[in-house]
């Protein structure tokens, strides 16, 4: 093997590549700084980085060393968060390109806002009512029969309605909300003037 030091002149380099009869050279540093050609590489180099030169001596092609487990890693997490980015970013495209095409002012917005608020609260005063029923019949069951049978599934179905009742308003809740980001966004999108009127949006 023939060994050179990066310390030798230009000249004497191409002199000791034309007697190279090997088609490849390798170059690459040593832990002290010093730089080294060879035409075989020490098999400790691979996973240090080296470059490959032709029988001219010039660089064909350069490759990094290896990544140790830990680098390894930490690149494979930058490039999932870089692919969850993406991902997020068609995914905000993809609503934003909904949203313009759902709605063609503030207007309709809030009027779609509207009409889904009021199908909630109607749903719930339905319940309401119901419930309001079976509370009655459970206070004279309870005042008149205080052992019948139907008082367990009674108080049963009043508990599940008062949780529906709960789940509704939390369900209006976001509703609100979501329409509240909506127009947000919306807004942005048409780059809608700061000193433009603004709807108001509480319900």
Partial sequence: ???????????????????????????????????????????????????????????????????????REALRREEAQREALRREAQKQAERDAMLLKLYASETSILEARDARLAAQDAQCKVLERQLDDQRARLAMLEEREPGHAELPELKRRIEEGEQAIERLQQERQRTVEAFAQDLARWRALKRVSSSAPRSQLSP
């Fill in 1 to 71: 093997m023939m060994l050179l030091s990066a310390v030798i002149m230009g000249g004497v380099l191409a002199l000791a590549v034309s007697d190279v009869d090997a088609a490849e050279l390798y170059r690459w540093k040593e832990s002290g700084g010093a730089v080294v050609y060879a035409d075989i590489l020490p098999p400790d180099k691979v996973r240090d980085g080296h470059a490959v030169l032709n029988s001219q001596g010039r660089e064909v092609r350069q490759l990094p060393p290896e990544l140790s487990p830990e680098e």
